[in-house]
Nanobody
Framework: QVQLVESGGGLVQPGGSLRLSCAAS????????MGWYRQAPGQECELVAAVTSSGGTTDYADFVKGRFTLSRDNAKNTVYLQMNSLKPEDTAMYYC?????????WSQGTQVTVSS
């Protein structure tokens, strides 16, 4: 079955970096547009970044522009989110998704905590 497994989260100090991975199985990732989403406690799920299936167009939320970079490795069937200059407000569960509704409740996600 279709499955997306996020990894790479953890605890990092403000200003630090993390690289999240989303490994796909049951389908070819390159055939779909992909998005990264996040949800903080008590908050709604929000889009962080998205890329078209061709990889030619990438959109970023205003609050991550210049700090986060979404990329794809089709050979590994994996999508990444490089996060630099992390801020405490980036603390959330991070999810990848292929466009389903409720993208923050479909997969397990990976926890990112930015704190001193």
């Amino acid at each position: 079955q279709v499955q997306l497994v996020e990894s790479g989260g953890g605890l990092v100090q403000p200003g630090g970096s993390l690289r999240l991975s989303c490994a796909a199985s049951g389908f070819t990732l390159s055939s779909y547009s992909m998005g990264w989403y996040r949800q903080a406690p008590g908050q709604e799920c929000e889009l962080v970044a998205a890329v078209t299936s061709s990889g030619g167009t990438t959109d970023y939320a205003d609050f991550v522009k210049g700090r986060f970079t979404l990329s794809r490795d089709n050979a590994k069937n994996t999508v990444y989110l490089q996060m630099n200059s992390l801020k405490p407000e980036d603390t959330a569960m991070y999810y990848c998704n292929i466009g389903r509704s409720s993208p923050c409740s479909w997969s397990q996600g990976t926890q990112v905590t930015v704190s001193s």
